[in-house]
């Protein structure tokens, strides 16, 4: 559950520690007062999306921290490579700065806002207003009953076959030409061909002929200093050269070899001198020889430099990218050559993959079904505690139109029907719910999903629109059930539901310095009877109304303790 929240500098929350409750969390305020600001910090912290435009006016960056007791063996730690501590205590930093950038932490050590996301989903569901819009959305339908079903690993099989189909008719409809465009691109692929086949390309050539076009640029330098080095070691006929001067050094110490062992020693020296001396005259003489280079060479590199360069812009960047593009050309010229064989060939795949995927697609969609009449029965329960007994609700599902009956879901279109009253006909939510009826409806199947979860927090924010009265009792009472086990942090505007919580904060807007601030504040006995007046009679809050809120807390403590018992 999450136990802290701290908040700097989000908003007109310029500093606010949150310290919240197992069970039932109810934050109410005056409207703007900034209780959905709390719940904006509580997103950013598990990675939803934050803009800076929340960052308090002023301050360079925010920063919300979220400490989580009693974590588990969350999927993300395994994925990842972290653990909660020894405690199950996991905790969650998330710092907007003004130029955008996010810092995430999870436990001090640095993530991606992607990484504390998938964390975050794990460990916190926010539910919004905006989530009603998706409950009128039928194209959400069928992603809720999925997820009521566990039906993600048939669906995923399914999806593998589906590509599989998709694929090959992808592939047959690119073999599916007229002659014009047939004749076309026969054309084009046989000018590449033809073109790439006549360079004659060789892998690594390239680099071959740049370090010899450096070769033949330097040659003359090159012949030159051989020329000179041979001079210095050989010499000519007009002047001796290091080889010579050695060898009568040599000879004179050769004289007295044996006479004085220093001069033996040198004499050895020498001869070894002489020896290296007249190899390298050699090789001197031998590489003046090689840089002589014929007339024509290097304008013929550069030529076919010049060549494989605009093969490169065309083709590839490389020889071997080059020669693979070759390859794809010519099996794409047999493929069309011999288009009528291969569509032939993928038809009969292509039928095998429809029978296969079609195969998965009803494993998936009996196993959906056996899903939404489980939906149905649950749904219409949780809506009988919600103060609608007269409600009901059906998944209804419809074949996919399409040429082959399937998309990328499977075989099935889902729809959310229902029927406010008895006696009318069953239609889509959207043509029939109300406000209130669309907060209960949706608040039944974020209770029904939750179920199958490992999620230990729940956040509603402002869900009870358009319930009043009775129904606001029922509602209250639904949560303080879902509060029994799972954490409810809940901001609203109705006393039943700020009277059955477990804890109950306010959320005050003041200033201070010139400046708005908000603060957040839990409530005694006597606060929370003042704030329930104040939610019922507005400003003008009289006895009667404070006996009145006193004697709905009594009521709500009486009915959690029927829960506890």
Known sequence: MLSVLHIENIAVIESADITFGGGFNALTGE?????SIVVDAMGAVTGERASRDLI???????LVTGAFSGVGALPWFAENGLEPDEGGEVLLQRQIMADGKNLCRVNGLPVTVTQLRALGRQLLNI???????????????????????????????????YGALRALEQRMASLRMDEAEKARKVDSLQFQIGELERAGLVPGEEEELLSRRELLRSAADLAQAAEEAHYALSGDDDSVGAVALLMEAEEALGRVSGVSPELDELYQRLTECRCL???????ARGARGSFDFEPGELDQLEGRLDRLYRLKKKYGSSEEEMLDYLDRCRRELDEIQFADDTLLRLEQERAEALTEAKARAGALSAERKRAGEALQRRIQTELAQLDMPKVRFQVAFAPVESETGLDDAGMDTVRFLMSANV????????????????ARIMLALKNVLAENDDVGTLVFDEVDTGVSGRAAQKVAEKLAQVARHKQVLCVTHLPQLAAM???????????KNGRTF????????ARRQAELARLTAGDHVTRAALDSAGELLDGAAEYRRSLAN
Do not use: M
């Open 56 to 62: 308090r006016t002023g301050a360079k960056s925010a």
């Open 127 to 161: 539910h919004g207003q905006h989530d009603g819009q998706q409950l009128l959305d039928e194209g959400c339908h069928l992603g809720y009953l999925d997820r009521f079903g566990g039906t993600g690993g048939l669906l995923e099989n399914y999806r593998e076959a």
């Open 277 to 283: 001396a007249q190899d390298a005259a050699d090789s």
């Open 423 to 438: 006696g009318e006909d069953l239609k889509p939510i959207q043509k029939i719910a109300s406000g209130g009826e669309l």
């Open 31 to 35: 409207t703007g007062a900034g209780k």
């Open 518 to 525: 908000t603060a957040v504040e839990v409530l005694d006995r």
């Open 501 to 511: 919580a477990d804890v109950h904060f306010s959320v005050e807007k003041g200033e």
